[in-house]
């Protein structure tokens, strides 16, 4: 039977981030899986820099069209890391967000160019 580190208690699981033994009084939830405490601490409770970072460049892409091209796999990436645990769960909606607006400008742009294109052609 494996002990938790700080308590010498038995273990109920393992931390999702480092793998640490955790007992029932060190387990803590995040996005339903398990974490230690240090973990938690270590991922914080504000968005990821990466999060914001993707919101802004969907923003940006309002007006400039290429940020967003790079604001959408930036989100994407991001998400995938909170979902796995490596990332603040408080950064989820800035992600979201940054996702959706990025590929709405994307998509706006690509249909912008293409009626350009169209009308130089034709």
Not at 91 to 119: C, E, M, N
């Amino acid at each position: 039977m494996e002990l938790c580190a700080p308590h010498g208690e038995a273990s109920v699981g393992s931390c999702t981030r480092c793998g640490a033994f955790i007992c029932e009084r060190c387990r803590r939830w995040m996005s339903e899986k398990p974490f230690c405490a240090e973990c938690l601490k270590r991922l914080g409770d504000r968005p990821s820099r990466e999060a914001v970072w993707a919101l802004g460049l969907a923003t940006l892409g309002l007006l400039l069209w290429v940020p967003a091209l790079v604001a959408f796999p930036l989100a994407q990436r991001e998400l995938e890391r909170i979902a796995q645990g490596r990332a603040p769960e408080a950064g989820r909606d800035f992600a979201s967000l940054a996702r959706a607006l990025a590929g709405f400008v994307s998509v706006v742009g690509a249909v912008a160019i293409a009626v350009g294109l169209y009308r130089a052609f034709s």
